[in-house]
């Protein structure tokens, strides 16, 4: 069974901080896929990462692949109260297409 | 791209009872899922659909799930005889390619679903 850890749980922090969230496993996914949550709400795709080493940059986001394809990264900068949600990662195992996600990580940013 | 739709958004009924929950994907996909959240948890796969046969399934997709695409538009999910513990959001996603091959799996809003 393919599990992804996800840390921190929770995190509140003052607009206009720097925030990293990180997904990790102790499996290999053929890709991975951070989401973002609103209450009573389905997952809404961020971004995919498919290469090991990949970065993508969607604005203030920053999303990284680690090399083995075990662990990926979120960050971002300047963090502002719109990016208060829950973030989730989710990976895709290498057998099958289904995805396996993490347990999420609730952001607050603060004005 | 478009995401799926589903329906009904909320659902409430009584254990025992059968409940089928649907969703509309744009037709000329070919990848399916269903995943379930029960409150407060993380996000669970249930069953994946391919070119109109099960292609994955997880252990909580027993005898009492099915899931069909009758009319070749609608994918729906059936729960035959609902218990307590399957109150949950049941999320519907599609693939991200037409010809198959998931990579992305795009959501749908979700239906809540109560039993009591």
């Known amino acids: 069974t393919q599990l992804l850890e996800q840390s921190p749980q929770f995190l509140s922090i003052q607009e206009g901080e720097n925030l990293t969230v990180y997904c990790n496993s102790s499996?290999?996914?053929?890709?991975l896929q951070w989401y973002r949550q609103e209450p009573g709400e389905g997952p809404v795709l961020l971004v995919t990462?498919?290469?090991?080493?990949e970065v993508k940059k969607l604005k203030r986001l920053t999303f990284q692949f680690g090399d083995a394809r075990k662990d990926s990264s979120l960050h971002i900068t300047a963090a502002q109260p719109g990016d208060t949600g829950l973030y989730l990662c989710?990976?895709?195992?290498?057998?099958?297409?289904?995805?396996?996600f993490g347990g999420g990580t609730r952001l607050m940013v603060k004005p | 791209e478009p995401e799926v739709t589903q329906t009904p958004s909320h659902q409430v009924t009584q254990m025992g009872q059968e409940v089928i929950l649907r969703c509309v994907p744009i037709?000329?996909?070919?990848?399916f899922y269903w995943y379930r959240q029960i409150l407060g948890q993380k996000v669970e796969f249930l069953v994946s659909f391919y070119n109109n046969e099960i292609s994955e399934k997880s252990e909580i997709f027993d005898d009492q799930f099915s899931v069909e695409r009758p009319d070749g538009s609608n994918f729906t999910l059936k729960i035959r005889s609902t218990k307590l513990e399957d109150s949950a959001m049941y999320f519907c996603?599609?693939?991200?390619?037409?010809?198959?091959?998931?990579?992305?799996?795009?959501f749908g809003p979700g239906t809540r679903l109560l039993v009591l």
């Open positions: 990462v498919v290469t090991g080493g």
């Open positions: 499996s290999v996914f053929s890709s």
């Open positions: 996603a599609r693939g991200g390619g037409v010809s198959g091959g998931s990579e992305t799996q795009y």
């Open positions: 989710a990976g895709e195992g290498n057998a099958g297409n289904m995805l396996t």
């Open positions: 037709s000329n996909h070919l990848y």
